[in-house]
């Protein structure tokens, strides 16, 4: 058959193989930020049922703290393999980390579909997946202006389905367009999962 396949979505993911050193800082001062962050907590008992996100709050964790600078360090390197794979003819240094914060999800918490507005690429990095824990959901762009579009097959590769779900272990990152509608279903485990997200802006 004469098909060409154009438009391309790629998602970048990968184990960031980060020491154990940097991991039980990054959990320690995750645990202290969840602790202490009055504001965040108050904002995540009304918008992140169960759970604990500093995304409101403590949101550059980057600049606050040493573990996570280093984390930085670390993503900035894939975060250069990621868009030479885009394809993005842009100068080194012009796309920055702009926002990091903590996500803790205890059993049953749960956030739903949405994007990363006025950023260019965003990410997580998995700190802490137990068993059972989702990783992440992706939807496929185009969805909004199929009207009558018919239902697919549910037997088609990977790259045909409308929505897929990526499994993530601990010290793994991935990395996605900021456009790029996604979630992440209930966690299952009866342990929490906690994760790390940012985005990257281009100046
Ligand atoms: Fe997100």
């Known amino acids: ?3 060409r396949t154009i438009f391309p979505t790629q998602i ?12 039980n800082s990054l959990l320690s001062d995750t645990l202290k930020i969840a602790e202490i962050d009055e504001v965040g907590l108050e904002w ?15 949101n550059r964790l980057q600049e606050f703290s040493s573990s996570f600078a ?11 393999d990621y868009v030479e794979a885009l394809g ?31 950023s260019i690429l965003s990410g997580t990095f998995y700190l802490q997946m137990p068993e059972d824990s989702p990783g992440i959901k992706f939807e496929d762009p185009r969805l909004i202006m199929q009207m009558n579009t018919p239902a697919k097959s549910d037997d088609l ?3 045909m389905q409308s929505f897929v779900s990526i499994n993530a272990k601990d010290g793994d990152l991935v990395l996605f367009e900021s456009y790029l509608r996604h979630e992440v279903p209930a966690n299952q485990s009866e342990d929490d999962r906690i994760s790390i997200s940012f985005n990257y802006e281009y100046s």
Request: charged fraction near 20%; include cysteine.
């Open 1 to 3: 058959m004469a098909i």
């Open 12 to 23: 970048f993911h990968s184990s960031l193989k980060p020491s154990q050193n940097l991991v």
């Open 44 to 58: 995540s008992e009304e918008r992140y049922f169960g759970g604990y996100t500093s995304y409101s709050s403590y």
């Open 70 to 80: 280093d984390l930085e360090n670390l993503i900035d390197q894939a975060v250069e």
């Open 88 to 118: 993005y003819d842009i100068e080194e240094g012009t796309l920055k980390m702009s926002n990091c914060w903590v996500n803790i999800m205890p059993t049953g918490t749960h956030h739903s579909g949405h994007i990363h507005p006025n």
């Open 157 to 159: 590769p990977e790259e």
